[in-house]
């Protein structure tokens, strides 16, 4: 089974800093736009950064300059490096994997920044 697993999730105070990491099992990493989305209690789910097989990241105008997202192709891993974190970062964290015809989104990983 393919697997997408999250980790680095935690509390935070406002200004601090997290590292996300996403490791993918059983496909061929190199292939996939890999993405980070999240969701707060009584929000849609909202795209946050993306990273295409290439290399070429894109990111939610309210994360720039915040939020980093890269990729190891050889760990077939992507973190999102979260830095300044605000209140309104607090949200469950998702990691997602897409091809043209694949799709496939792991479990969620609780991130919580404190005033």
């Known amino acids: 089974q393919v697997q997408l697993v999250e980790s680095g999730g935690g509390l935070v105070q406002s200004g601090g800093s997290l590292r996300l990491s996403c490791a993918a099992s059983?496909?061929?990493?190199?292939?996939?736009?890999m993405n980070w989305y999240r969701q707060a209690p009584g929000k849609q789910r909202e795209l946050v950064a993306g990273?295409?097989?290439?290399?070429?990241?894109n990111y939610a105008d309210s994360v720039k300059g915040r939020f980093t997202i890269s990729r190891d192709n050889a760990k077939n891993t992507v973190y999102l490096q979260m830095n300044s974190l605000k209140p309104d970062d607090t949200a469950v964290y998702y990691c997602?994997?897409?091809?043209?015809?694949?799709?496939?989104w792991g479990q969620g990983t609780q991130v919580t920044v404190s005033s």
């Open positions: 997602n994997a897409a091809s043209n015809w694949l799709n496939y």
């Open positions: 990273i295409s097989n290439g290399g070429s990241p």
């Open positions: 059983r496909i061929i990493f190199s292939i996939y736009t």
